[in-house]
C-alpha cells in the first residue's frame, strides 16, 4: 500500500536523527527505491497498491522454501537461513517470509545474497498493481519525501517530492487548488475530493515549503500560498459554521443525508488531526491570525479524546505536541546545506536528545547570518549555523551553549563564588573550589546552620512535641553537645554509652545543654504519665513513663512506676535492672526497697537479693530499717536455695530471732531440716511471744496439715478467718483440709468462692492454682492460667508453669510438650527471667520421657544438666518426676547432679537422702550421702530412723561397711 510506505518513510527518517540506527537509513533508501522502481507511474504519480495475491494465491511472489534458497545461494544458503529465520518447516503457511533477526551488520553481511534473490523473484509471476492514482496518498508520500530527503540529506528525494507535487496540482487541483479531485487513472480524473484530500495535500506543501529551497536555492517556491489556500477551502468546503471540527465531505454533496465528522486516525491520518497540524505550522509562514484561532479551536476538541483514548488520536497528539514545542523557521541568504548538517548531523554524530522540530527556510537576501524564530519568538540573528541550531533546540552537538565557539574561554563564580567554573569552547567545563571564598564563608554558613537548627529543635519540642519545659537556650548548645557526645562514645559500647548518659542526667538539674533538657524533658513526661494513669488513661501512660524514668534516674516514683509496666508487659530483665539502679536514691526509703524485696521474692530471685544486701549491707548511708530489711532478706533467700547455716548465721549474727519474721525463718529451718516437733516447739512459742504474728499463725495451720494433724490445722485456719475475715489465706488453705474424692463437692465450692472474691489478687490466685496443681486439677490450673492473661498479672508466666506442671502430674505428657512449646513461641519469651526457662525445660524433658520419647528426652535431660545455674529444687523435682515416670537411671543422675552444683545446701542433701531412701531402684549410694548430711549435722530424728529401718532390710546390701554405718546411726540417735 502507498499510504502506509509514505509515512513509514518519515517515521524512519525522523528515527535515525533520534537514534542514529543505520538499519533506518537502509529503510528509507529501500523503500524509497522501491517505489520509484515498482509503484511509480507514466505520469510521475505513484501507484495505489500491489495485489496481495498472485495467480489467487496470497504471497506466492514474495515467499520461500528451504530448498529455493539453498539453490539460490549455495554455500551461504545456510548463514542466511539463520539470519532471516528459515526453516524448512516455514513461518507462513509451509513457506518462509524473510525476516532478519540479527542486527544491521548481519543485514549488511547479505547485500549480494538478497540482490541474488531479488533477481530470481522478479522472474517469477508478479501481482497485479493497482495503478489508480489517489491524491490523499501521494500527498502523504510528498510530505515524507520532503522530510526523509532533509533529514538524511538526500536532494534527489526532495527534488522528487518537488516534481511529484507539480504532477499533483496539474491532475487534481481545480480553480487554482480550490477544488480538487480525488482520483485518477489513466487520462480520467474524476470524484471531488473530500477534507483529507485538502489536508493532506496541505501538509505536503509546508513540507515542502520548509525544505524545498535547500534543494533548489535561489527559485521561488509557492508552496506556503498553495498550503494557506488549501486550508482556507477546507474550512468553506468542510468547516462547521455552528460547532468545531470539519465534515469528511463538502457541503454541496446532495446525494447524502447526514456528514460525519472523523476525528480518529486509522491506517492512515483523520482528516481533522491534519488540519490541526496545518493550522500550527501555517502561523510561522503567514500573517493571518485566523490559523491561531483555528488551531486553538480544533485543539480543545481533541482534549477528552487526547486523554481518554490517546492511540486514536496520535496524530492530533503530534500536532499539538510539536506545536507546543514550537515550530522553527531560519532566515538566510544561503548556506542551507551547512545549517542542515548543523541541525541533523550524519552518521558520526551523536544522537539528538531532543525531539524532531520542523524548520522553515525562508530566503533574505540581505541576511549576513541566520535569524531565528522559534514560534512567535524571534531572537537575535547569529552569525554560524550551530549558533542558529542551537536556538533552535535542534543542535546536532548536544554540548552546544548559544554564543560560545570551540576556542572561547570564559569563568563564572557559583554556589555564592565557592566554586569557579571555566568554561573551554561549549563542551569543556573545569570546576575548581575558590579556597580563600571557601574558608571566609565556611563559618558564616556554621553559624547560620546551627542557628536553623537550633531554632528549628526549639520549635519542634516547645510546640510541635509540646514541652513546656523547653528553654531555647538548651536548644542552642543541644546540637555541639550531640556532637561532642558523638565523638565521645564513638570507641564505647552500648551500654557503657547507657550509663554515660545516665550518669550526666544526674548532674545537671540546674545547668543548661542537651542532658539538661532531656533530664526536663524527662521529667515533663512523668508528670503526664502520672496524670494518665490518674485519669486511668493507660495507652497514654505507657507511652510517656518509659521516657521518663529513663530521663530522670533519681527520680523514684517513676522508677517505680516503670518497673511496674514492665513487669506488667512481661520485661522483668528491664524491671530488675530499672530497680536495682535506682536503689541508690532510695537509700532513705524502705517502701522502695521493700518492693524490690517482693518482686523478687515473686521470681524467686533469691541471687539478685543476696547479691543486692552484700552490696548495701556495709554502706552508712542506708537507714537502719533498710540495712535490717536486707538482712532478713537475705536470710531467707540463703534459706530457699538450701543455704541454712548461711541463713543460721545471718539470724546469729544480726539477732534476727528477735522479730516475729526472723523467729519464723529460724522455726523453717527446723522443719525443713527434720526436726519438725522441735519447729512446731519453737512456733508456739514464737506465736506466745508475738501473738499478732499472722505469718506465723499461718505457717502453723501449714505445718499441721503436712504433719496430718487437720483438726488443729483447721483451729488455726479460723483464727486467720478470725484475724484476717478480707484475706484469701485461710480460705485457700482450708483446701488443703478436705482431701479425697468425698470432697470434690466442696473443695470447687470453695474454690470458686475464692475466685469470686479474690480474682483480681495476683498472689491468692497463684497460691489457688499451686493448689490445683498438687490435687492435678487440671481445668482448675487452666482456667486460672487463662484468668492471669485477661487480668493481665505481671507475673502471669508463673500460672502457665503451674498449669504445665499439672498436666504432667495428670499423666497428659503429650499436652504438656505441646503447650511448653506454644508458650516458647510468644514474643514475651525473651524476657522470662533463668529460673522460669529451666523449669519449663525440665517440664518437657520429663514429659518427652513419660510420652515414649526417651531418645528426645535423654538429648534435653544432658542439655539441661550442662547448664550449671539450674536451681537445685529444679533438679529435685524433675528427679522426684523421673522416679513416677520409672526412669530410675535418669533421676539418679539428676540427684548426683544437684548435689555437685549445691555441695553446701544440706536442704538439697537432705532431700536426696530422703528419696534415696524412699525409693531402693536409685539407693545404690546412700551410704555416700546420709555420711555426708551427718557430718554436716544431725539429721532429723525421723530420717535417722528411716535410715535405720532401711538399712536393716536385706534390699540395702550395698554397703560394704553397713554394720559400722548402722552403729554411727544407732549413736546420732542417743
Not at 116 to 133: E, M
Not at 162 to 190: C, M, P, Q, Y
Not at 367 to 375: H, I, K, L, Q
Not at 447 to 458: F, G, H, K, Q, R
Request: hydrophobic share 40%; with cysteine; charged share 25%.
Amino acid at each position: 500500500m502507498l499510504y502506509d510506505n509514505a509515512q513509514l518513510l518519515g517515521t524512519y527518517a525522523e528515527a535515525w536523527a533520534r537514534y542514529r540506527d543505520p538499519l533506518y537509513v537502509d529503510v528509507c533508501i529501500e523503500t524509497v527505491d522501491w517505489m520509484l522502481r515498482e509503484m511509480r507511474t507514466a505520469n510521475g504519480l505513484f501507484a495505489a497498491s500491489l495485489d496481495a495475491d498472485t495467480d489467487h494465491h496470497e504471497g506466492t511472489t514474495y515467499v520461500w522454501t528451504a530448498p529455493e534458497v539453498a539453490a539460490a545461494l549455495g554455500d551461504e544458503a545456510f548463514a542466511f537461513a539463520q539470519a532471516y529465520g528459515l526453516s524448512d518447516k516455514g513461518n507462513f503457511e509451509g513457506k518462509n517470509i524473510p525476516k532478519l533477526k540479527g542486527d544491521h551488520a548481519a543485514r549488511q553481511r547479505f547485500v549480494a545474497a538478497r540482490a541474488q534473490l531479488l533477481a530470481i523473484r522478479d522472474q517469477r509471476p508478479q501481482p497485479a498493481r493497482d495503478d489508480k492514482n489517489l491524491l490523499s496518498w501521494n500527498a502523504l508520500l510528498v510530505g515524507n519525501l520532503a522530510k526523509a530527503g532533509w533529514i538524511l540529506g538526500r536532494k534527489e528525494w526532495v527534488e522528487l517530492a518537488i516534481e511529484t507535487e507539480a504532477n499533483l496540482w496539474t491532475r487534481f487541483a481545480r480553480e487554482d487548488g480550490a477544488k480538487l479531485l480525488s482520483v485518477a487513472h489513466g487520462d480520467k480524473t474524476t470524484l471531488v475530493g473530500n477534507l483529507s484530500d485538502y489536508a493532506w495535500l496541505a501538509e505536503a506543501e509546508l513540507a515542502l515549503a520548509a525544505y524545498a529551497r535547500w534543494a533548489r536555492p535561489g527559485q521561488a517556491h509557492p508552496y506556503a500560498q498553495r498550503a494557506e489556500g488549501l486550508l482556507s477551502a477546507s474550512q468553506t468546503l468542510f468547516g462547521d459554521p455552528h460547532s468545531i471540527g470539519s465534515f469528511v465531505v463538502s457541503a454541496d454533496r446532495d446525494d447524502l443525508s447526514v456528514r460525519q465528522k472523523d476525528w480518529f486516525d486509522n491506517a492512515v491520518p483523520s482528516g481533522n488531526s491534519s488540519l490541526l497540524h496545518g493550522f500550527g505550522q501555517i502561523q510561522m509562514l503567514s500573517t493571518d491570525t485566523r490559523w491561531a484561532r483555528e488551531f486553538a479551536d480544533l485543539s480543545t476538541a481533541y482534549g477528552g479524546l487526547c486523554k481518554n483514548v490517546p492511540n486514536g488520536v496520535a496524530h492530533a497528539l503530534d500536532g499539538i505536541a510539536r506545536f507546543a514545542i514550537g515550530h522553527a523557521t531560519v532566515k538566510a541568504s544561503g548556506r542551507w546545506e551547512e545549517l542542515r548538517q548543523a541541525l541533523n548531523g550524519d552518521e558520526k554524530t551523536a544522537p539528538q536528545t531532543r525531539p524532531y522540530r520542523p524548520v522553515f527556510l525562508v530566503a533574505e537576501p540581505s541576511a549576513t547570518g541566520f535569524a531565528v524564530c522559534v514560534g512567535q519568538t524571534c531572537l537575535a540573528p547569529v552569525q554560524t549555523a550551530q549558533e542558529a541550531a542551537a536556538v533552535a533546540g535542534m543542535s546536532a552537538d548536544p554540548h552546544y551553549v548559544y554564543g560560545q565557539g570551540q576556542s572561547s574561554r570564559s569563568s563564572y563564580p557559583i554556589l555564592l563564588g565557592m566554586v569557579i567554573v571555566e568554561a573551554i569552547g561549549y563542551k569543556e567545563r573545569k570546576y575548581r573550589p575558590s579556597w580563600k571564598r571557601i574558608a571566609l564563608l565556611f563559618p558564616v554558613f556554621l553559624l547560620i546552620l546551627w542557628v536553623a537548627l537550633s531554632e528549628v529543635n526549639y520549635f519542634k519540642e516547645r510546640f510541635m512535641n509540646g514541652i513546656p519545659t523547653t528553654r531555647r537556650a538548651d536548644m542552642y548548645l543541644y546540637l555541639p553537645d550531640s556532637v561532642v557526645n558523638s565523638a565521645t562514645n564513638l570507641f564505647r559500647d552500648k551500654e557503657q554509652i547507657r550509663l554515660r548518659e545516665r550518669a550526666k542526667l544526674l548532674t545537671v538539674k540546674d545547668t543548661y545543654g542537651r542532658s539538661a533538657h532531656l533530664y526536663r524533658k524527662g521529667e515533663y513526661f512523668v508528670s503526664v504519665a502520672q496524670a494518665a494513669l490518674a485519669r486511668q488513661d493507660y495507652a497514654e501512660f505507657a507511652r510517656y513513663i518509659g521516657t521518663g524514668a529513663q530521663l530522670t534516674p533519681a527520680n523514684l516514683e517513676a522508677q517505680r512506676l516503670c518497673a511496674d509496666l514492665f513487669f506488667q508487659f512481661q520485661r522483668p530483665l528491664d524491671a530488675y535492672q530499672l530497680l536495682e539502679e535506682s536503689l541508690i536514691f532510695a537509700k532513705k526509703d524502705p517502701d522502695y526497697f521493700r518492693q524490690y524485696i517482693t518482686r523478687c521474692f515473686m521470681l524467686d530471685q533469691d541471687a539478685r537479693l543476696i547479691a543486692t544486701a552484700a552490696k548495701y549491707q556495709g554502706d552508712k548511708d542506708v537507714s537502719p530499717e533498710i540495712q535490717a530489711d536486707l538482712r532478713l532478706a537475705a536470710a531467707q533467700a540463703h534459706f530457699l536455695r538450701g543455704n541454712f547455716s548461711e541463713a543460721l548465721k545471718f539470724i546469729k549474727d544480726y539477732r534476727l530471732d528477735q522479730t516475729a519474721d526472723g523467729y519464723l525463718l529460724n522455726c523453717q529451718i527446723l522443719w525443713e531440716s527434720g526436726d519438725r516437733g522441735g519447729a512446731l516447739a519453737e512456733l508456739d512459742a514464737a506465736l506466745a511471744a508475738y501473738p499478732a504474728g499472722i505469718r506465723l499463725l499461718e505457717m502453723k495451720a501449714r505445718w499441721l496439715k503436712e504433719s496430718g494433724e487437720l483438726s488443729r490445722a483447721k483451729d488455726c485456719l479460723d483464727l486467720l478467718a478470725i484475724s484476717m475475715p478480707d484475706k484469701p489465706g485461710p480460705l485457700i488453705q482450708s483446701l488443703y483440709l478436705l482431701p479425697g474424692d468425698a470432697n470434690r463437692s466442696a473443695r470447687s465450692t470453695i474454690a470458686e468462692k475464692a475466685i469470686a472474691r479474690y480474682g483480681n489478687q495476683e498472689q491468692a490466685m497463684l497460691d489457688l492454682a499451686r493448689f490445683g496443681n498438687e490435687t492435678a486439677d487440671v481445668a482448675l490450673t487452666a482456667r486460672l492460667a487463662k484468668l492471669a492473661k485477661e487480668r493481665r498479672f505481671p507475673n502471669r508466666v508463673r500460672f502457665d508453669l503451674v498449669h504445665v506442671e499439672c498436666l504432667l502430674n495428670a499423666g497428659r505428657a503429650r499436652e504438656t510438650i505441646l503447650l511448653v512449646d506454644e508458650l516458647y513461641k510468644q514474643a514475651e519469651r525473651d524476657q522470662w527471667v533463668a529460673e522460669t526457662r529451666m523449669a519449663f525445660e525440665a517440664l518437657r524433658t520429663i514429659a518427652y520421657f513419660a510420652d515414649g520419647q526417651t531418645e528426645i528426652g535423654s538429648i534435653n535431660l544432658q542439655k539441661l544438666m550442662q547448664n550449671r545455674k539450674v536451681p537445685p529444687q529444679v533438679l529435685i523435682s524433675a528427679s522426684r518426676k523421673l522416679i513416677i515416670a520409672k526412669r530410675y537411671d535418669e533421676a539418679n543422675d539428676v540427684l548426683i547432679q544437684a548435689h555437685l552444683q549445691n555441695e553446701s545446701s544440706q536442704a538439697v542433701l537432705q532431700q536426696i537422702v530422703q528419696l534415696k531412701l524412699d525409693h531402693p531402684r536409685i539407693a545404690a549410694d546412700l551410704e555416700t550421702y546420709l555420711r555426708r548430711l551427718m557430718e554436716n549435722r544431725r539429721p532429723s530424728k525421723e530420717v535417722l530412723q528411716a535410715a535405720l529401718r532401711r538399712l536393716g532390710s536385706d534390699v540395702y546390701l550395698f554397703s560394704g561397711n553397713r554394720e559400722t554405718l548402722l552403729r554411727d546411726i544407732e549413736t546420732k540417735l542417743r
